[in-house]
């Protein structure tokens, strides 16, 4: 295992992605509503694809409005669904964002069927190539990093501004109505930077393990505090740390396990997204032992 | 489209037709699985089942590289591998919701995306390894309905035969889990055991599938289906019956488009026909539909409106006339005759012009009013019977709720406005009775409260 430049911004800019999922994520979850990153994260495709044929470009802005408001779209569908068609929020979810991946899926490959947004990208994501062209050229820092930098600080925004409004509205919905807390409108905005989020990130980590990325933290946290200050510094903690845990195994012991399981001819670096979630999700273990542990040590000596 | 093309998609040649048969089967499997985890609030555990057969697949693949080496891939390796990964997420997702904090949304999405992560860096351990023949796996995630051999064919008409048998013979009992899971506790039927099998067969479907739709979409085939049969019916063997076919319309429909359109993955095709038969029927449905909900709000909204229409018309008659309705068929040439001034009788209802006149329209095409000069009409026999009938119902039900829901004076009238709709003539003979002491000789009570 040798750390080279490339290793230092991949842990950068996983880093970053990981601060501007944490943010709205802790919300996500703790308003009970974590698969919806797993739809938005989805229902962005179309946006993405639109984006890129009005265009013809990869990166410019109207891929990330695009985005957005494919994902503030599949919100809006799923309420509308929870609404009017009789079905549970699971299910309206379901339906709403398998439509609208559907929709992107074909139309990448009927209309825009080229290498710039391959599906399998998306998906998958991929740090190695996302922070690769630093090498050869004069920039900084990579773009990724760039991009994952200003969602990050867009959202910290947001969350700072609307605090006591989201907090509100998180735990508490009805009470936020009365209040005038804007609960309807705090929602939508949450889905908005979710999906913004998401854009940024999928060529990162690809766009479910965006999920991982905005749920593991503060499940991960929220087995070792009950306030919600402390849940969210606490998340961004775990995902620092796993960023960085999570790209040294990926580049040595998880290879070597590999070769040694299934007798390849030599050992690989392995994708650091997929690493990553995995380091958060022995995290999670370790908060479940931990949460076990202390309820049976407090058993005990009362 | 000349016409050997089209004989040609609908009478394919054999490998087709059983590739054919097999996509229908899926939908019909996966449709009415798909009822009863709608039913038990479940079905984003489809979702996570779907996504986590990815190290299976994975490490089906590179477990087959290893043992039959420069074979080629495995079929039944990878989909072991599948099913195995499969049931572990399953019981990951309920472990972690019966013992520890995270609710089912979390614990869907851990169990998701962690077993998914586990797939990806296996699949880049397959890319960076240089094994021949990685590129069909693919496949798995978008899905080919061209990549379906007889043999996975065939298990999928016989999953589809095992879950109509099962559902018919357990409907009760199933039923009975997903409606009153106390209530079959208490019956002592195997609830844990009946839970089990069904949440196998669906991922052996599921998992037989995913060549076909693709892991990323083969839940929405467990999810729209139902989802569209609900906006049908309410009975629950309509339910299963429509979704069953829902889910064979939109797949035998969505494999068709994508071997006819190249390029299109068949996963996509196949979700979206059936979100399509899913969106008709969110237009259209009997039950829930939004065109079926609309007419009923207007026919209410129509039927109101008359009512209103016949008591304003009733109410000037009397106050014109001056009489007291002892027995209202006495009366009823007169008053039948008398002629009244459209714009006026409508004065205190707040109504559009436009609206006068639609209702107008309305009785006059129901016989119910007949016109005796450009501004001026007069109720029939059949008008004025029902003209009674309706100021009856609200005078009573207006007393009723004076006297004994204890309504304050002011405020009657935007209440009975608001039960009306539900108050039918034979609630109003019970009311009837209610009062009869006081209404002795009157066949309608007078207005019980002042009129504005």
Redesign the interface.
Known sequence: MTWELLDTWIVATAAMVAVACVLPGCFL?LS????M??GIA?AVLPGIVIGHLCTGQVETPALFIGAIVAGVICALLTRF?QN?????E??A???SF??L???G??MQ??LA?DVHIE??HV??GNLETAVFNILFTDDLAPEAFWRASVASVINLLFIVIFFKELTFSTFDPNHADTVEARPRLMYYGLMTISALTCVVAFEAV?S??V??MM??PP?IA??FTKRLKPLIVLSLAFALLSTLIGHLL?ISL??DI?QL?????RS????T??????VL?AF?GLG?LW?SISTRLQNHTS | MDISHLTQILLPAHNLRVIYLGVCSLGIAAGMLGCFLLFRKRSLLSDTVGHATLPGVAGGFLLSALLYPGEGKNIFILMLGALVFGWLSVQVVQWMMRHTRLRQDAALAVSLTGFYALGVVLLSVIQKSGLPDSSGLEYYLYGMVASMVQTEAWILCGTAVAATLLTTLLLKELNALCFDEGYAQTQGLPHRWLDETLMTLCLIVAIVGLQTVGLLLIMALFIIPPATARLWTNSLKKTLAISALVGALGSLIGALVSSEVEHMPAGAAIILATSLLFFLSLLIGRRKGLLSRHLEYYAIERRLAENQYLRAVFDGLEAQQQVRLFCGLKFSRKLAMTDFLIRDTLAKRNWTTTKQSAITRSLLKQGLLTLTGTESAALTDKGLNRAIETAKTHRLTEMYLLEHAEVAQKNVHQYVERIEEITTPEIANDLRDLFEERLQQELIPQEPHEVK
């Not at chain 1, 997204?273 to 995995?278: D, F, K, R, W, Y």
């Open positions: 979850y009970r509503q974590s698969m990153s797993h989805h669904l009017h068609s009789g079905v549970e699971g299910a979810l379901g339906i398998t439509f991946f559907a929709v899926l074909a490959r009927l069927d599906p399998s998906l998958m690809g479910i393990l999920v991982a749920i593991l499940a929220s087995f990926s998880f290879g590999a399981l299934f007798r390849l001819p690989t670096s392995t994708n997204a997929g690493g990553i979630t995995l999700c999670l479940i949460k």
